[in-house]
């Protein structure tokens, strides 16, 4: 017997929390405008990603990385930007 839409989303859902259970992970949903798109994009095709997670993953693990070094970069890396830092 056919397994029903209502199943089939169930399994999948305990499928993806298997995983991210396993991986020590867990789902983010975020919703992003259209200049931090733009700069998703413009970071994707300067490294030659496909996926919007690999730069975010990328820019969150290496931001970590340098301010675990030096946290007198934290306003260079993420303070709020203004006119004068674009």
Do not use: W
């Not at 089939?8 to 396993?22: E, I, T, V």
């Not at 983010?28 to 200049?35: A, E």
């Not at 993953?57 to 934290?74: E, Q």
């Amino acid at each position: 017997m056919a397994m029903s839409d209502a199943a089939r989303k169930r399994k999948s859902r305990a499928a993806q929390k298997a995983h991210l259970d396993a991986v020590f992970g867990r789902l983010l949903s975020m919703d992003m405008y259209k200049g931090t798109c733009a700069d998703v994009d413009f970071l994707k095709s300067a490294g030659g990603f496909e996926q919007d997670e690999e730069v975010i993953t990328l820019l969150v693990r290496n931001a970590a990385i340098m301010l675990k070094r030096d946290m007198s970069r934290f306003e260079e890396l993420l303070g709020l930007p203004t006119s004068n830092n674009l």
